[in-house]
């Protein structure tokens, strides 16, 4: 066991996995060297050599493209795109042939590859660093997206997302990079992409939530539970593919629901979730499925990110609009 | 070094054989088996017969677009023709010379362009990627393989593809680039087919050439005659040499010219004049290299002759089997996009076959 943070638990993952299989290789922009800006890949170049931990030139498309070309031939590829707001460059790579691949050579070639980066704001930044695209990516076949909340499940989906034949978009909420800690098992584990984790039984409302926000949600709880309201948690942990039977589940339990993420409303990752919430559990709801999602607007500089970001008294005020509809 | 004698800067561009299959400088011939020879020139003239035909089958209502190779044989097979069954071809959309020789079956070939994504599921020892259409993207992927293989310790070399419109393409820049720095063993071949769509050459780049780009890469470019296929195997055989050997990526203009139409879509008399066309028709790089072989003795016209005909019955009958293969069976568009079906698409799948049961 050692205590670790978000961001230590991914070098350790990376470690790891680099020492038990010789096909991973670690690459990006400052990832070598430095070891990335957020320190996430320190200490891997020293370790494993310039073959499998270097620095490339200031280029998404080809660290995604080649990272395409790298898993064809062999390769497990993980890397890291420095900012969410840099990815889009790569946008094409992603969408047009790594989400696609294996599709189009019918099964020849699959494309074992993660693709890293911090998302999501709070971290008083400039202008694209402080964005949450999950829904872009989920809106994808052939991606999977996977955002942890917690050291432990950090290290486990990243494993899994390294083993996982398709390409993963793994999205690491910098707001909590080092917020916090907490004991990670030194010995190899995974945990399952595409599993929800019910953080908090509760019987009168279901609030979904991934990333920095779970920490949020579980402040609000302790506000509304004061006035007696008992709210079950799930953190989804993995966008697509959505574990719908968890959530299911718990919304023909409770009869409410509420998801909260800091991503934009407008056709967002709620939109997802209320729709399987309306298919699949209608007759259960006591109350219209809602959501608590970032404005749709550009993520405002920080003078202005405060009115943005998402609060636990919000999540509090809405938890109970819910629940007393 | 090719690329020391031939500078792009200048202008100065390789061409070995002339019009009328005559050596033009002794020292320049590549050493090639006669075996290889002549396989070259049966590939170049298959891709012809297989290119002809499937213009006729497309106009015929049989075939869906189809983008032709007409006059740019001599750039892939002469190409492809340098490299190792071990290296990886990293295609564009318009190389089918290139492919036939790297052994992907002519009937899968024709299987894409009928609609089918199974011809792009070449067998197990084709090392060769599907069609890439967004224009130059794929040139990032030759560049990780290369850097793979490199990293794996092996000595297997990537050629890519790619227009001359393509290298206008900011990814172009970013796979030369990268494979630079990492000095990763790949080759860039660049058709330039004088037109990408209605665009000419002169739009894309101010540069006089597109093998002068190389220079500002710190990499060997070197400009070769596209219809020569002896210019383009010995300007390809030192770029994979020196891939192999660990000295880094290359950059390799063909200039040629599309003799057809950009796509079955496209209608090139819009733009272009009928005289440029009759003037690249008498370049023609079939001929070229037929008239090389029999002056060796390696060929003749009965064979020719024969050979084509042959190749005729070959296609029709090829493109009778692709035509009888039928429309893809419903699973198939589900269980590739994941390497196992997510719940989202059980579900999808299972009530499609359920509202449309044997329909489906």
């Known amino acids: 066991m050692a205590l670790l943070n978000i961001i230590g ?139 942890p909340s917690t050291p432990y499940d950090t290290k486990g989906l990243l494993l899994a997302a390294i083993r996982d034949p398709d390409p993963v978009i793994f999205l690491e909420p910098k707001r909590i990079y080092r917020a916090f800690k907490q004991e990670v098992p030194e010995e190899d584990y995974t945990v399952p992409i595409g599993k929800a984790k019910i953080v908090k039984s509760g019987e009168d409302i279901t609030v979904v939530a991934w990333g920095a926000l779970i920490r949020e949600v579980q402040k609000a709880i302790e506000e509304v539970e004061k006035e007696g309201i008992s709210v079950e948690l799930i953190d989804l942990r993995t966008i697509s593919p959505i574990d719908r039977e968890t959530i299911i589940e718990s919304v023909k339990k409770t009869g409410r629901f509420l998801v909260v993420h800091e991503a934009v409303k407008s056709f967002g990752p709620g939109a997802e979730l209320i729709s399987i919430v309306n298919e699949k559990a209608f007759l259960y709801l006591e109350a219209p499925p809602t959501r608590l999602a970032g404005f749709d607007v550009t993520v405002p500089l920080p003078r202005g990110e405060h009115h943005f970001i998402i609060e636990p008294r919000q999540i509090a005020k809405k938890i109970k609009e819910v629940v007393e509809f | 070094m090719l690329t020391d004698r031939f500078n792009p800067l200048k202008e100065e561009m390789l061409c070995i054989l002339d019009q009328d299959g005559r050596i033009i400088d002794k020292n320049l011939e590549p050493f090639i088996e006669n075996d290889n020879l002549l396989r070259i020139y049966k590939t170049m003239l298959l891709a012809k017969v297989a290119d002809i035909k499937a213009l006729q089958y497309q106009r015929q209502g049989r075939m869906l677009t189809y983008a032709p190779n007409r006059g740019q044989e001599a750039a892939q097979v002469g190409s492809i023709a340098a490299t190792e069954k071990n290296d990886w071809l990293v295609p564009a959309f318009r190389e089918l010379g290139a492919w036939l020789y790297k052994g992907a079956p002519l009937e899968q070939i024709f299987l894409y362009w009928y609609g089918n994504e199974m011809g792009s599921k070449f067998p197990d020892d084709v090392k060769m990627l ?160 037929k008239k090389y072989l029999i002056n060796k003795g390696l060929w003749s016209e009965e064979e020719d002759k024969k050979q084509y005909e042959e190749y005729e019955n070959y296609v029709g009958e090829t493109f009778k089997k692709v035509e009888e293969s039928g429309l893809v069976p419903l699973e198939d568009i589900f269980k590739y996009t994941y390497a196992e079906m997510t719940p989202n698409l059980v579900e999808q799948y299972e009530e499609y076959k359920k509202y449309f049961g044997e329909e489906a």
């Not at chain 1, 460059?89 to 696609?100: E, M, S, V, Y």
Request: net charge negative.
């Open chain 1, 9 to 147: 638990a991914v070098t350790h993952a990376l470690d790891s996995e680099m020492e038990r299989d010789k096909t991973v290789v670690v690459y990006g922009e400052d990832v070598g060297y430095e070891g990335g800006v957020f320190r996430a890949t320190v200490g891997l170049q020293k370790k494993y050599g310039v073959d499998r931990c270097f620095d490339t030139p200031l280029s998404e498309a080809a660290i995604v493209g080649t990272a395409i070309g790298m898993a064809i031939n062999g390769m497990k590829p993980v890397v890291e795109i420095q900012f969410d707001g840099f990815v889009l460059p790569a946008l094409n790579q992603i969408i047009a042939h790594a989400a696609r691949m294996r599709n189009r050579s019918r099964g020849k070639y699959n494309l074992p590859m993660v693709i890293r980066m911090p998302y999501g704001g709070g971290i008083r930044a400039l202008e694209h660093h402080s964005e949450s695209p999950e829904a872009i990516f989920a809106h994808i076949p052939g991606l999977k997206v996977v955002i």
């Open chain 2, 130 to 289: 599907p069609v890439s259409v967004p224009i130059a993207s794929q040139l990032n992927h030759a560049t990780g393989i290369a850097m793979a293989s490199k990293i794996k310790g092996e000595k297997d070399v990537a050629i890519a593809y790619v227009g001359d419109g393509g290298t206008s393409q900011g990814e172009f820049h970013e796979a030369v680039n990268f494979a630079a720095v990492f000095n990763a063993p790949v080759i860039f071949l660049i058709q330039n087919n004088q037109w990408a769509i209605s665009v000419p050459r002169s739009i894309q780049t101010k540069s006089k050439t597109l093998a002068q780009k190389a220079i500002a890469y710190g990499i060997p470019g070197i400009q070769v005659d596209g219809n020569d296929v002896l210019a383009v195997y010995a300007a390809t055989k030192e770029a994979v040499d020196r891939a192999r050997n660990g000295d880094g990526p290359t950059i390799i203009e063909a200039v040629t010219y599309r003799l057809g139409p950009h796509t079955t879509s496209d209608d090139p008399t819009i733009y272009r004049d009928e005289n440029e066309v009759k003037e690249w028709e008498k370049k023609d790089p079939i001929e070229r290299f």
